[in-house]
């Protein structure tokens, strides 16, 4: 398979990331570089492999659900682009 | 006494413990060093009046006898670990003003036994790259140069700027973290000993996220040795982290018995790969020759996946990473730009801005291989593939204790190079990436000179958290190499 432009365009709305015109076409040329030479995987027998969850062997802990942190709003708006009163600010999404 | 900078980590230890020298003039000297030596590139914060109070506090802590494992010993710390009340950008625009308001765990460890903090070393964008070129503040230098070339080097990356830092005795030591050769690939570029734990030995918290099924802290330091006491206070059980491990952390630097006999060492057959320096194949060779006139058994394995480790990864970390760097949208921290009002065109226009090639690559590859139709042919594949490596390993280690193979396929490069095929830049770690995909620790240590004069390394695979084993048979055969080129101009 190979990447074309309309597919680049399709993921990079994906990831929210906006690519300028120019740049679409060598990208796309790059990603299909890479992603043919990711294809060589397909020559493995894979046939009843698990897929890989976790290179520890562990079961993972579990704890009290329970408070054990909070009080720190203004450090957690402390990195806030924009905040007032005790909240991220974002613009309006709703008319 | 040689210059305070050329002292090892160890050595320094045992002078500050016999009261020999302060860590005042330890840390001053290296402060000096660092100011000294910034035209490499290899710290994008410097921390110099933080520094010099934490060495009056740790030379008070020894006075009273409460003197920790670390005290007063000036390292460096790679910009991914999140330290509280310092600028920490994993190399990225996107968090060039970001301060976090939290430590993670392994620096809190490392200030808990006294350790003194220079900076916080330069990196490829979030730890994405093999050259340091990625950074959004710069590359990186390698102290070193090739004989009669004047060229500049790449330290290797994505831990650049703490390989350079160590290298060029400006830090005694430093963290890195490694995701598919991150601490292994520019150890062996700058002529130093690192080495990437096994998954889950060291807490990922407070690190800034690349892939989290890959990612681990290690140390960096000048010796086996170093790297053992750095790693002792960097490990250790995190409640933050569900998939730090609960285990004791040993006496890693009680480890170095000097004494390998019996034990067998592997040799994959797989990792002659087409393509490897002559040189480096010499070495590898005279590697294994140290290793049996210490009294070890060497013995060929196959790990018939090896050629597969690359490709796999390169689905699996760029899918990690598209969802880790989903965070980074201008809302709740980081570059905002506000693009034209809306809150969608916002998101866009900062991940726009705020990433570079590199990064925006590899978001752009995972969200692909994880779209729909795409998600089993690709990344179910490539997890597929990653067990079927992982079983390759367990099955050389029910017949070996450790493997042996090269760092990287070649030295060091020149600052520019490599820069224009993203495949041939994923070369690098071909020897790194397979026992990253399989959870298991690595070192790298520097065993000879290029033709050109440059550090060439030699890495230790070893057992899940077999760290004592990996840091035995690398002393031994540190001892062996008997590596003390220096970089030019530190020559004493």
Same mark, same amino acid.
């Given at each position: 398979?190979?990447?074309?432009?309309?597919?680049?365009?399709?993921i990079?709305?994906?990831?929210?990331?906006?690519?300028?015109?120019?740049k679409?076409?060598?990208?796309?040329?790059?990603?299909?570089?890479?992603?043919?030479?990711?294809?060589?995987?397909?020559?493995?027998?894979?046939e009843?492999?698990?897929?890989?969850? +976790?290179?520890?062997?562990?079961?993972?802990?579990?704890?009290?659900?329970? $408070?054990?942190?909070?009080?720190?709003?203004?450090?957690?708006?402390?990195?806030a682009?924009e905040a007032?009163?005790?909240?991220?600010?974002?613009?309006?999404?709703?008319? | 006494?040689a210059?305070?900078t050329?002292?090892?980590?160890?050595?320094?230890? &045992?002078?500050?413990v016999?009261?020999?020298?302060? +860590?005042?003039?330890?840390?001053?000297?290296?402060?000096?060093?660092? =100011?000294?030596?910034?035209?490499? *590139?290899?710290?994008?914060?410097?921390?110099?009046?933080?520094?010099m109070a934490?060495?009056?506090?740790s030379?008070?802590? %020894?006075? !009273?006898?409460?003197?920790?494992?670390?005290?007063?010993? /000036?390292?460096?710390?790679?910009?991914?670990?999140?330290?509280r009340?310092?600028?920490t950008?994993?190399?990225?625009?996107?968090?060039?003003n970001?301060v976090?308001?939290?430590?993670?765990?392994?620096?809190?460890?490392?200030? %808990?036994?006294?350790?003194?903090?220079?900076?916080?070393?330069?990196?490829?964008?979030?730890?994405?790259? #093999? #050259?340091?070129?990625?950074s959004a503040?710069?590359?990186?230098?390698?102290?070193?140069? %090739?004989?009669? &070339? *004047?060229?500049?080097?790449?330290?290797?990356g994505s831990?650049?700027?703490?390989?350079?830092?160590?290298?060029? %005795?400006?830090?005694?030591?430093?963290?890195?973290t490694?995701?598919?050769?991150?601490?292994?690939?520019?150890?062996?570029?700058?002529?130093?000993?690192?080495?990437k734990?096994?998954?889950?030995?060291?807490?990922?918290?407070?690190?800034?996220a690349?892939?989290?099924?890959?990612d681990?802290?290690?140390?960096?330091?000048r010796?086996?040795?170093?790297?053992? @006491?750095?790693?002792?206070g960097?490990?250790?059980?995190?409640?933050?982290?569900?998939?730090?491990?609960?285990?004791?952390?040993?006496d890693?630097?009680?480890?170095?018995?000097g004494?390998?006999?019996?034990?067998?060492?592997?040799?994959?057959?797989?990792y002659?790969?087409?393509?490897?320096?002559?040189e480096?194949?010499?070495?590898?060779?005279?590697?294994?020759?140290?290793?049996?006139?210490?009294?070890?058994?060497?013995r060929?394995?196959?790990?018939?996946?090896?050629?597969?480790?690359? /490709?796999?990864y390169?689905?699996i970390?760029?899918?990690e990473?598209?969802?880790?760097?989903?965070?980074?949208?201008?809302?709740?921290?980081?570059?905002?730009?506000?693009?034209?009002?809306?809150?969608?065109?916002?998101?866009e226009?900062?991940?726009?801005?705020?990433?570079?090639d590199?990064? !925006?690559?590899?978001? @752009?590859?995972?969200?692909?291989?994880?779209?729909?139709?795409?998600?089993?042919?690709?990344?179910? !594949?490539?997890?597929?593939?990653?067990?079927?490596?992982?079983?390759?390993?367990?099955?050389?280690?029910?017949?070996?204790? $450790?493997?042996?193979?090269?760092?990287?396929?070649?030295?060091?490069?020149a600052?520019?190079?490599?820069?224009? &095929?993203?495949?041939?830049?994923?070369?690098?770690?071909?020897?790194?990436?397979?026992?990253?995909?399989?959870?298991?620790?690595?070192?790298?240590?520097?065993?000879? @000179? +290029?033709?050109?004069?440059?550090p060439?390394?030699?890495?230790?695979?070893?057992?899940?958290?077999?760290?004592?084993?990996?840091i035995?048979?690398?002393?031994?055969?540190?001892?062996? =190499?008997?590596?003390?080129?220096?970089p /030019?101009?530190?020559? =004493?």
């Amino acid at each position: 398979m190979s990447v074309d432009v309309e597919t680049v365009a399709r993921i990079a709305r994906l990831a929210r990331l906006r690519i300028e015109p120019e740049k679409m076409e060598p990208l796309a040329r790059e990603l299909d570089g890479i992603l043919h030479w990711i294809e060589q995987l397909q020559d493995v027998d894979t046939e009843g492999v698990a897929p890989m969850t +976790s290179v520890v062997e562990m079961t993972l802990p579990l704890r009290e659900d329970a $408070v054990t942190d909070g009080g720190i709003a203004e450090d957690v708006l402390a990195n806030a682009p924009e905040a007032a009163h005790g909240f991220f600010l974002v613009p309006k999404v709703v008319e | 006494m040689a210059a305070l900078t050329h002292l090892g980590l160890a050595e320094a230890r &045992d002078l500050l413990v016999r009261k020999e020298l302060s +860590s005042v003039e330890l840390t001053e000297a290296h402060v000096r060093a660092v =100011a000294a030596a910034r035209g490499l *590139n290899a710290f994008i914060t410097e921390t110099p009046d933080q520094a010099m109070a934490a060495a009056r506090e740790s030379d008070g802590r %020894r006075a !009273k006898g409460e003197a920790g494992l670390l005290d007063g010993l /000036p390292i460096a710390i790679k910009d991914l670990f999140c330290t509280r009340g310092v600028k920490t950008t994993a190399g990225s625009r996107i968090l060039g003003n970001f301060v976090p308001p939290y430590e993670s765990t392994v620096t809190a460890n490392l200030w %808990r036994a006294g350790a003194v903090m220079l900076g916080k070393t330069n990196l490829d964008e979030f730890a994405m790259g #093999s #050259s340091n070129m990625t950074s959004a503040f710069g590359g990186v230098e390698n102290p070193w140069r %090739r004989r009669g &070339d *004047n060229r500049p080097l790449v330290p290797g990356g994505s831990s650049g700027g703490s390989a350079a830092a160590v290298a060029a %005795r400006i830090a005694l030591g430093a963290t890195g973290t490694d995701t598919g050769g991150s601490i292994r690939q520019p150890a062996a570029f700058s002529g130093i000993t690192g080495l990437k734990p096994t998954y889950g030995r060291c807490s990922r918290w407070g690190v800034i996220a690349f892939a989290s099924s890959l990612d681990q802290p290690g140390p960096m330091g000048r010796s086996v040795r170093d790297c053992a @006491l750095l790693l002792g206070g960097m490990a250790g059980h995190d409640p933050k982290d569900s998939t730090s491990v609960p285990r004791p952390v040993p006496d890693y630097e009680a480890a170095l018995s000097g004494d390998i006999r019996g034990l067998t060492v592997g040799i994959p057959k797989e990792y002659r790969v087409d393509g490897m320096s002559a040189e480096i194949e010499r070495l590898w060779d005279q590697g294994i020759d140290w290793l049996k006139a210490a009294g070890a058994n060497v013995r060929e394995v196959s790990l018939p996946h090896t050629t597969y480790a690359l /490709p796999t990864y390169y689905i699996i970390a760029p899918a990690e990473a598209s969802s880790n760097l989903a965070r980074y949208d201008g809302v709740r921290y980081g570059l905002r730009e506000p693009g034209e009002g809306t809150l969608e065109s916002l998101y866009e226009t900062t991940r726009a801005a705020g990433f570079g090639d590199e990064v !925006k690559r590899r978001i @752009l590859i995972g969200t692909y291989v994880l779209s729909a139709g795409y998600y089993d042919a690709y990344y179910n !594949k490539a997890r597929q593939v990653r067990s079927l490596i992982a079983r390759d390993f367990a099955r050389a280690f029910a017949e070996v204790d $450790v493997l042996l193979t090269p760092t990287a396929p070649t030295a060091a490069f020149a600052m520019g190079e490599n820069m224009d &095929d993203p495949v041939a830049m994923y070369l690098n770690d071909v020897f790194t990436v397979p026992a990253s995909l399989a959870g298991l620790p690595g070192l790298s240590l520097p065993a000879g @000179l +290029s033709g050109e004069g440059l550090p060439l390394g030699l890495q230790l695979i070893g057992r899940a958290f077999d760290e004592e084993t990996v840091i035995r048979v690398g002393g031994v055969l540190e001892a062996a =190499a008997a590596f003390d080129a220096l970089p /030019p101009g530190l020559e =004493a």
